[in-house]
């Protein structure tokens, strides 16, 4: 029978009687005649809690520890949402990332997904069960630990998963009816978009639209999943949503697709370092050796031999950061005179494959951004993005703006 993949996001199995909504639409495709995958998150707030609970029994807890506490959100979800499905007497049993297994790499708290091999579930299914509930979000190391896939990971689970079992479609269901032109929640003309591409999609997530995790985008990509976006409070339909697809499907779009903004951000200088060959491979080889995600990079025109250089970085790696730099000027591999961060700035990026032909997008984001009194921080770009970092307090008003001035409330 053919296969589909339908994702419950956090709020959409908040509630007892959510799970039971959910279990409704999931029941409507069973009687169409799929054998449905469904992964399910956390309650809503959940795995907040948890991570909470980790942080204050141990501050520099055991990352191991920290993902078998932190998964077992979606572990009650899977029970309760198959429990549901048998009130309904629909044949269901839930699945943890263990039992199917989701085979995963070993970076705890990030690992990605290696393997899903669906022998175990097929052979359920062959005796009957109609749906397999999979606790998403979570996988089995090769050392037989658990593991979670990073913040947002289920998204990633019901891809890999529609790939693995060939399904039909991937439905992600959650508390917006679709992708938008940029988050609702800060501006109010945001537009729902019938359809994105995966690449303007990838970006917009990796530049901190949360609506899907980045690596669920990049394996739909990847594996040609049909991915689609739609609410799990609205009627159902086989067309509602925003489907995410190949540029090729889409006939019209704008040269901007979206604005996408990402509050986690801090800005770090080291102000006076020597100007010399190899400077920039020292001070990124001691952020990278302690895990530091760098991002946006600038550096100073140097004058009498020291300029400043200066990076973006998740909010929560500042003191690592500081750490590694202090470490590698004691022992003689940096020399500078003071390392500064900034934790009051956001990024805000405006994304559209349009950009690789059409000029002129950096100069009105930028005369926007004037017009407004933002100033520019540091800017980065690529074929189809254009990243600027800025104060925190200008992000929303920013954003508004530029959705405004690239006329993202109308359809091309
Ligand atoms: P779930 O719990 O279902 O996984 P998330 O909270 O992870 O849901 O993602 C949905 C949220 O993503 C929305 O409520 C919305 O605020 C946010 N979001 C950010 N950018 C966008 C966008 N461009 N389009 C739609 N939603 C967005
Ligand atoms: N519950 C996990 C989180 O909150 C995974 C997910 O919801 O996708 O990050
Ligand atoms: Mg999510």
Redesign the pocket.
């Known amino acids: 029978m053919p296969v589909l993949v339908m994702k419950f996001?956090?709020?959409?199995v908040a509630t007892l009687d959510r799970i039971r909504r959910a279990a409704k639409r999931v029941g409507v495709e069973v009687a169409k005649g799929y054998d449905v995958i469904v992964i399910v998150?956390a309650m809503?707030g959940k795995t907040n809690e948890l991570v909470g609970w980790v942080g204050e029994t141990s501050p520099l807890y055991d990352a191991r520890e920290y993902d078998a506490v932190v998964s077992s959100g979606e572990n009650v979800t899977a029970g309760l949402m198959a429990l549901t499905l048998q009130e309904m007497d629909v044949p269901a049993r839930s699945w943890q990332g263990w039992q199917v297994p989701v085979r995963t790499t070993n970076a705890h708290s990030s690992a990605r997904i290696e393997d899903i091999p669906p022998k175990n579930i097929n052979t359920k299914f062959d005796e009957g069960m109609r749906v397999a509930v999979v606790a998403g979000f979570q996988g089995v190391s090769p050392e037989g630990r658990i593991t979670t896939l990073g913040r947002?990971g289920?998204?990633t689970t019901a891809v890999a998963f529609a790939a693995a079992f060939g399904a039909e479609r991937c439905d992600i269901y959650?508390?917006?009816d679709?992708?938008?032109?940029?988050?609702?929640?800060v501006s109010a003309k945001?537009r729902r978009l019938d359809k994105i591409a995966f690449e303007e999609m990838l970006e917009?997530a990796s530049l901190g639209?949360?609506?899907l995790q980045t690596r669920s985008v990049e394996l739909a990509m990847r594996y040609k999943v049909k991915l689609r976006v739609l609410s799990s409070f609205e009627e159902q339909s086989d067309t509602a949503g925003t489907l995410v697809c190949d540029e090729e499907e889409i006939m019209e779009s704008n040269v901007v697709a979206?604005v996408?903004f990402s509050r986690d951000e801090a800005k770090m200088t080291l102000v006076s370092v020597a100007d010399r060959p190899g400077i920039a491979a020292s001070i990124f080889t001691a952020l990278s050796d302690a895990g530091v995600n760098v991002d946006m990079i600038v550096q100073n025109i140097a004058e009498e031999g020291r300029t400043d250089m200066t990076w973006s970085c998740p909010t929560d790696q500042v003191a690592r950061a500081q750490k590694a730099i202090e470490a590698a000027k004691a022992d003689g591999t940096i020399n500078y005179h003071e390392v500064i961060a900034d934790t009051d700035v956001a990024k805000v990026s405006v994304v559209g494959i349009g950009m690789r032909s059409h000029t002129g997008v950096a100069a009105k984001m930028f005369q926007v951004l004037s017009a407004e009194g933002v100033n520019i921080k540091v800017i980065t770009t690529s074929e189809i993005k254009i990243s600027v970092l800025i104060d925190r307090k200008y992000m929303e008003l920013a954003v508004q703006a530029l959705h405004d001035a690239f006329e993202l409330e109308k359809a091309a």
């Open positions: 996001g956090g709020t959409s998150s809503s947002g289920s998204d959650t508390d917006v679709g992708v938008y032109t940029t988050d609702p929640r945001a917009l639209a949360k609506v979206g996408a």
